[in-house]
């Protein structure tokens, strides 16, 4: 299932608070993509212990590139390091396989 990312503040995130060495710190409400969906998810038998062939896969977004957000409430002094955060940026969702170790 395909869709657009969604905007969602993360809960215990929101506001972001990044702390320097020096103990300075910046704070930032930030907004990141979601993606809400379903996805194929199988089972087949194997002559192979466990048996079992899984392919399970998660809806996910697909990035295209890295946004960087601005964290506007500093502390005088605060170190440039902090002042910003990067998250991943896409205009799609879709389906990704991955293993279950």
């Given at each position: 299932?395909?869709?657009?990312?969604?905007?969602?503040?993360?809960?215990?995130?929101?506001?972001?608070?990044?702390?320097?060495?020096?103990?300075k710190?910046?704070?930032?409400?930030?907004e990141?993509p979601?993606?809400?969906?379903?996805?194929?998810?199988?089972?087949?038998?194997?002559?192979?212990?466990?048996h079992?062939?899984?392919?399970?896969?998660?809806?996910?977004?697909?990035p295209?590139?890295?946004?960087?957000?601005?964290?506007?409430?500093?502390?005088?002094?605060?170190n440039?390091?902090?002042?910003?955060?990067?998250?991943?940026?896409?205009?799609?969702?879709?389906c990704k396989?991955?293993?279950?170790?």
């Amino acid at each position: 299932m395909k869709q657009h990312p969604t905007p969602v503040k993360i809960p215990g995130f929101n506001p972001l608070v990044l702390t320097d060495m020096n103990g300075k710190t910046c704070r930032g409400s930030i907004e990141l993509p979601l993606c809400r969906g379903f996805c194929k998810t199988s089972e087949s038998g194997s002559y192979i212990f466990p048996h079992r062939v899984q392919n399970s896969s998660a809806c996910t977004l697909i990035p295209t590139g890295v946004r960087e957000i601005a964290l506007t409430d500093c502390d005088e002094g605060a170190n440039d390091l902090i002042r910003t955060v990067k998250v991943p940026s896409g205009e799609k969702c879709g389906c990704k396989r991955f293993p279950l170790d």
